[in-house]
């Protein structure tokens, strides 16, 4: 079971920055693609952005422009920067990673980012 903590959440000014990272730990065989989803209360889980182990990234299209996704296979480690901020990017932000060798995938417990208007 891979294990994933994220850290660099919190509250920012509408317009402001945020950097979401996320560690991942105890995969067996080596992750292929990790990524960030999001959700409100009473909402699904909404794709933020992910990248694999070729550097390919996808992107929402409420962020397309603003948010950038980096990450490091070598350590496990992906990163979310966050630009110019909308309080409608008020959410719980959940970091993801997928094993292709096993077909397993893995969330995080969430870290809350609040934009204040």
Same mark, same amino acid.
């Given at each position: 079971? +891979?294990?994933? +903590?994220? &850290?660099?959440?919190?509250?920012?000014?509408?317009?402001?920055?945020?950097r979401?990272?996320?560690?991942?730990?105890?995969?067996?065989?080596?992750?292929?693609?990790?990524?960030?989803?999001?959700?409100?209360?009473?909402?699904?889980?909404?794709? +933020?952005?992910? $990248?694999?182990t070729?550097?390919?990234?996808?992107?929402?299209?409420?962020?397309?422009?603003?948010? &950038? $996704?980096?990450?490091?296979?070598?350590?496990?480690?992906?990163?979310?920067?966050?630009?110019?901020?909308?309080?409608?990017?008020?959410?719980?932000?959940?970091?993801?990673?997928?094993?292709? &060798?096993?077909?397993?995938?893995?969330?995080?417990?969430?870290?809350?980012?609040? +934009?204040?208007?």
């Open positions: 079971q +891979v294990q994933l +903590v994220e &850290s660099g959440g919190g509250l920012v000014q509408f317009g402001g920055s945020l979401l990272s996320c560690a991942a730990s105890g995969s067996r065989f080596g992750l292929y693609l990790m990524g960030w989803f999001r959700a409100t209360p009473g909402s699904e889980r909404e794709l +933020v952005a992910t $990248i694999n070729h550097s390919t990234t996808t992107y929402g299209d409420s962020v397309k422009g603003r948010f &950038s $996704i980096a990450g490091d296979f070598t350590k496990e480690t992906t990163y979310l920067q966050m630009n110019s901020l909308k309080p409608e990017d008020t959410s719980v932000y959940y970091c993801y990673a997928y094993e292709s &060798s096993n077909g397993q995938a893995s969330w995080g417990q969430g870290t809350q980012v609040t +934009v204040s208007s």
